[in-house]
């Protein structure tokens, strides 16, 4: 299920993913969790640029495969989760006024597991969208409820999501701070709040919540976890984008061991990054927006949103689209070094289209998001694809077949109700960041948005979008996770 050097080489690819996968193999023993930490080589410059594979045809094109709105829900903009006081470090926007005393909001999903139980494991991100204006933003996920609406009634009304309870992220055994691996100076180890100026740390003079010093609470000033996924022991693997790292939590939230970084990729929030002892590798928000297990759960898939924005890294170095899909063995805390390679939609150069999410569906299928960063009536690409690992196309890209139009998506029971800008008997998903994809039954997908609250009124201009849950049944079995 990998694309080995030799193999792509012969590809249309050829030279420029030849490089990339060599960099790869020979820093894979680099991302151990053994606490030692990442040497980082002296990058090559940029090949010179070769032609561009020509421009696949609009992948869009028609409507995917047969399937029809079967659930519709939601939880308003306006719920809160009693904590510390949060949105200190934010404007007031679409009519919100922040701070939010005792409490924050819970500003979309980013990630949503199904549990055996019928309730739902909700992840949010970092909490308003960047390290300086989070640090007083408990981040961890929750357990929620989803009532959905199924049948018409005349309204426009959604049903409900009940939320249940939270599960703080925390660092209560001091793997951040214990001098080996990957140590990172947390909101906890702060007297005051931090924010920051340009990649500088500003001393906000608002005093830490005692609560997240106490119980070492991480905050979006110390990850943007954006992706989740379940081990058979029940602890969590979970994907971010500061590092970007990949985080293991046991069920209570706890870290469980140092995060293991990877061997190339650095955001402008990596720390070494924000000392100036390294460059950045990647584009800010472009980090580890799916962490996916595969069928036996012996291994997860690091999805970045986007590739490098070094040229030299990426699977294609002048063409955008191209990115990889990077293998981590969970058991020993290890990128294994093997990769592929998948083509997102639109142009090859400033391809501003990432991927939202992914999702094993049975054997090598999965399931995956792309999306533009649009919302409103100005959203242009929300679509969900079906990969095989084992299938490719004639670039050695993973062949990729189109499932649904998230903007177009067929309603004849009305479930959705009348709303503006869509058509009778259709129902759309017009938000920024559609992030959470769920399998529900061999034939039924729930998808999920992340709100970016307050900032974003792609359902209803001038209001905050609301968190909105739906589920999709295709005509045919599509997804069979017993498959392996």
């Known amino acids: 299920m990998s694309i080995t050097s030799g193999r792509f080489a012969r590809s249309v690819l050829s030279r420029h993913l030849a490089a990339a996968l060599s960099t790869i193999a020979l820093l894979a023993a680099c991302g151990g969790g053994d606490g030692g930490g990442i040497a980082f080589p002296v990058l090559p410059p940029a090949p010179a640029p070769a032609p561009a594979p020509p421009a696949s045809p609009p992948a869009a094109e028609g409507k995917g495969l047969p399937h029809q709105l079967t659930g519709w829900a939601s939880l308003s903009d306006t719920a809160r989760w009693s904590g510390p006081t949060s949105g200190q470090f934010i404007t ?56 959905l609406r199924t049948t018409a009634d005349g309204s426009s009304r959604p049903g409900a999501i009940t939320v249940n309870r939270h599960v703080a992220f ?106 100036g002892t390294v460059s950045a590798t990647s584009l800010s928000s472009r980090g580890f927006e799916s962490l996916a297990f595969n069928a036996d759960r012996s291994r997860l898939y690091a999805v970045p949103e986007a590739a490098p924005s070094l040229a030299s890294l990426r699977p294609v170095a002048d063409d955008e689209r191209y990115l990889n899909f990077f293998e981590f063995d969970p058991a020993a805390m290890l990128y294994t070094g093997k990769t592929l390679v998948y083509r997102k939609d639109g142009p090859a150069k400033d391809n501003q289209i990432v991927i939202g999410d992914m999702t094993n569906v049975g054997g090598s299928r999965f399931v995956l998001i792309e999306r533009d960063s649009l919302f409103g009536t100005k959203a242009v690409v929300k679509r969900l694809y079906l990969v095989d690992l084992n ?21 004849p029971k009305g479930i959705g109700g009348p709303l503006p800008n869509v058509a009778a008997g259709r129902f759309s998903m017009p938000f920024d960041s559609i992030e959470s994809v769920e399998v529900v ?40 996770r017993a498959a392996k």
């Open 92 to 147: 007031a926007a679409l009519g919100v006024a922040p701070p939010f005393v005792n409490g924050q909001p819970i500003p979309g999903f980013s990630a949503l597991l199904k549990n055996d139980d019928g309730s739902w494991t909700a992840l949010p991100d970092n909490g308003y969208g960047s390290k300086g204006n989070s640090a007083d933003f408990v981040i961890g996920f929750y357990n929620v409820s989803i009532a």
């Open 170 to 275: 925390n660092d209560a055994k001091g793997f951040l701070k214990d001098g080996k691996g990957v140590d990172l100076k947390i909101t906890a180890d702060f007297a005051n709040y931090q924010t920051l100026s340009g990649n500088t740390l500003v001393d906000s003079g608002i005093a830490v919540d005692a609560r997240i010093r106490s119980g070492r609470l991480l905050t979006g000033f110390d990850l943007d976890v954006e992706s989740i996924a379940r081990a058979p022991d029940g602890s969590y693997f979970v994907g971010e984008e500061f590092g970007p790292y990949i985080l293991h939590f046991d069920k209570d939230g706890t870290l469980m061991a140092d995060p293991v970084p990877h061997p190339f990729l650095r955001s402008p929030s990596h720390p070494e990054v924000m000392a």
């Open 391 to 411: 299938v490719k196309d004639a670039d050695g890209a993973l062949k990729k077949t189109l499932l649904v139009d998230l903007l177009d998506i067929a309603d």
């Open 441 to 480: 039954d061999a034939h039924t997908l729930a998808v999920a948005i992340d709100s970016n609250f307050p900032t974003e009124d792609g359902r209803l201009p001038g209001n905050p979008d609301d968190t909105e849950v739906i589920t999709i049944r295709f005509d045919q079995a599509l997804f069979d």
